[in-house]
């Protein structure tokens, strides 16, 4: 009962915000649930399914509990059995999908060679990326990891950075040593980082490489020109499976087109590979986070519409959103402001100026 309900009944207030027409009563080890029929009974299953999840030895947090929601009113199974494929464990914590999105990016990586997980931050897209690379290494299906990124500053310039290569680049690499510390064993790190087993790399290093027998994630993806996304996706070699990843609405290049944008349309038709989009659904962070992304995704959508209006906004007769034809207009007729009734306005004489010979 004490991890049904969560520490200070977290997860029993996640479970009311869920069903806003239910009361939750608690007595002892008994739940009572009291209130509209439909969400009385969708709330029973739910629990159901939160009791079931335990008894598996799953660690249940707000995250599990509004993701068993959300699968349950889709209809998409059993979010005790839709949760519960593990990863990986490490020290005594099961890395896992926590979404149904992020179930179907994991299954996407298992059967297929190429995989793109395109989402806002805080839907595990690389955290499940090396996840799964770890695990493939694990289960010898592959002989090295490779980890790379773009080094793109976040909108900042951070101008000359003092030490050797490797000390300018590892900052821009720092996410990936911390997933990595996360999910093995931290002083085994770094012996399969010297042997050449797990390597991290900045992304200008993969040119002329051919990387066989090898799990590859690409971080930051949106952050690549399209030339490099090309270079980066050519480098596979036999036996081995590339996870691209990134966010198409955080993109820090200067100027120029995304590649991670192009390459959705020049890839899309191709067998073997899929790309798996998340949204602020699948988001796993604060509660906060989805809804700040929700909130910039409206936004940059009512941004984009006013853009299209200010463009494109005439109507099929050739008018345009200030009212009349843009050429009349330019004659000084319809729509203009140049007078009453659309004509001209009659134009005073210039004075003549001083010692100008009466012009």
């Known amino acids: 009962m004490v991890r049904l ?38 709330a029973g299953t739910l629990v159901d399914e939160l009791i079931l999840m335990i008894r598996q030895g799953q660690e249940l947090g707000p995250v599990e509990v509004t993701s068993s929601a959300r699968i349950l009113d889709a209809g998409a199974g059993s979010p005790a059995e839709v949760l519960s494929q593990a990863i990986l464990t490490s020290r005594g914590k099961s890395i896992r999908p926590k979404t149904l999105g992020q179930k179907a990016y ?71 040593y911390d997933a990595l510390n996360e999910m093995m064993d931290p002083e085994l790190v770094p012996k399969l980082l010297t042997t050449g087993v797990v390597e991290v790399a900045p992304l200008a290093y993969m040119r002329g490489r051919t990387l066989n027998n090898s799990f590859i994630v690409l971080d930051e993806a949106q952050n690549t020109s399209p030339e490099q996304m090309k270079m980066f996706l050519t480098r596979l070699g036999f036996g081995s499976k590339m996870v691209v990843t990134g966010d198409i609405t955080q993109v820090d290049l ?37 809804r700040i992304v929700d909130a910039y995704t409206t936004y940059d959508a009512q941004k984009q519409a006013q853009q299209y209006e200010r463009e494109h906004g005439r109507d099929g007769e050739g008018q345009d959103a200030r009212g009349g034809n843009r050429a009349d207009r330019r004659a000084g007729l319809g729509g203009s402001r140049d007078g009453a009734g659309g004509q001209p306005r009659d134009r005073l004489p210039r004075r003549p100026r001083p010692g100008a010979g009466g012009r």
């Open 5 to 42: 309900l969560g520490p200070q009944d977290r997860l029993l207030t996640t479970l009311e915000a869920q069903y806003p027409l239910v009361d939750v009563h608690v007595r002892g080890n008994q739940v009572t649930l009291e209130g509209d029929a439909d969400q009385v009974a969708a």
């Open 106 to 176: 994991v299954d996407a990586i298992d059967l297929n060679t190429i995989v793109f997980g395109i989402g806002p931050a805080g839907t595990g897209k690389t955290y499940l990326a090396m996840a799964k690379a770890v695990q493939a290494l694990q289960r010898k299906e592959v002989e090295r990891i490779i980890l790379t990124r773009p080094a793109v500053e976040a909108g900042e310039r951070l101008g000359f950075l003092p030490g050797t290569l490797t000390d300018k680049i590892d900052p821009y690499l720092r996410p990936l």
């Open 254 to 290: 200067p100027a120029g087109a995304s590649g991670l944008k192009l390459v959705t349309r020049v890839l899309a038709d191709i067998d073997d590979i899929h790309f798996a989009r998340l949204t602020s659904d699948d988001v796993v962070r604060h509660s906060l986070v989805g």
